[in-house]
């Protein structure tokens, strides 16, 4: 049993990856990640502890200084604080390598329609990630709308031709 500042008691694994510390449940999904390898402006914090929900957002963290003092992070400051961290690609990373991802290829693969409206990490022809929730197009038959967290102007378009792997959490 692994005792974390507000979660209280829980049955968990931990271990680090990709310079964080992270703590599963016993399902294997990520619940708490430390980031102890801060880039931070003012060079006062030592620590960020993220507590993510079941699809790997962080939904409350906590800054710990230097000098010991704790406080939790404002909305804007979580989101800014665990997406520089590479928190997200993180997650799904750590997800693929234990198996918690299901892969859909375009290339080769039909998306069947019970992908839709889930959170999917989408990787572009050329590399670039996107992690948001993933829906049709209404007027275009190879078209992928992602709506992101943050992004402004509404979902951010895709087609297929433009789009070689789309993966979801298990």
């Not at 997200?88 to 290339?107: F, R």
């Not at 951010?156 to 433009?162: A, D, I, K, R, V």
């Amino acid at each position: 049993m692994l005792l974390l500042a507000g979660l209280g008691k829980i049955n968990a694994s931990e271990e680090q990856y990709q310079g964080f510390k992270i703590t599963t449940d016993n399902s294997g999904h990520i619940t708490y990640m430390i980031d102890k390898n801060l880039q931070t402006y003012l060079g006062i914090e030592s620590e960020f502890d993220f507590t993510l929900s079941q699809d790997g957002k962080p939904t409350k963290g906590t800054v710990i200084f230097k000098n010991g003092v704790t406080r939790d992070m404002n909305p804007g400051e979580l989101s800014l604080n665990f997406d520089e961290a590479g928190g997200p690609n993180a997650v799904w990373d750590y997800a693929k390598d234990h198996g918690k991802v299901v892969s859909y290829v375009l290339a080769n693969d039909k998306l069947p329609n019970d992908c839709f409206g889930k959170i999917s990490r989408l990787i572009s022809n050329k590399g670039k990630q996107y992690i948001g929730r993933l829906s049709k197009m209404a007027d275009k038959s190879d078209g992928l709308l992602l709506v992101v967290d943050g992004a402004c102007c509404g979902p951010l378009p895709f087609t297929n031709g433009t789009v070689s792997e789309i993966q979801q959490m298990k």
